[in-house]
Nanobody, 110 residues
Framework: VQLVESGGGLVQPGGSLRLSCAAS????????MTWARQAPGKGLEWVSS???????YYKDSMKGRFTISRDNANSTVYLQMNSLQPDDTATYYC?????WGRGTQVTVSS
């Protein structure tokens, strides 16, 4: 089982990024998928989850700005992030079945 995140980078405040999480070794459609993040010097924070019944959940501060989606055919989960702010600066992780990816860094700065 492996999860590999990509799509992070440096973006200006107000900008957008789309993170991807490529999964291998398990059936994506039957697994709840979660994005979490860790800002510098802070603890882990849950961001969003996508369940096998299609339901999605977001931390309140991300509602309306972030969108989680899943492409079962390509075993990939996405996190579209809009209206990014400096407080969104963090390493973003994809999580499934207790397995964590290595993370992708997002930096929001002017």
């Amino acid at each position: 089982v492996q999860l590999v995140e990509s799509g992070g980078g440096l973006v200006q405040p107000g900008g957008s990024l789309r993170l991807s999480c490529a999964a291998s070794g398990f059936t994506l459609s039957s697994s709840p998928m979660t994005w979490a993040r860790q800002a510098p010097g802070k603890g882990l924070e849950w961001v969003s989850s996508f369940y096998s019944d299609g339901s999605t959940y977001y931390k309140d501060s991300m509602k309306g700005r972030f969108t989680i989606s899943r492409d079962n055919a390509n075993s990939t989960v996405y996190l579209q992030m809009n209206s990014l702010q400096p407080d969104d600066t963090a390493t973003y992780y994809c999580v499934a079945g207790g397995i964590w990816g290595r993370g992708t860094q997002v930096t929001v700065s002017s």
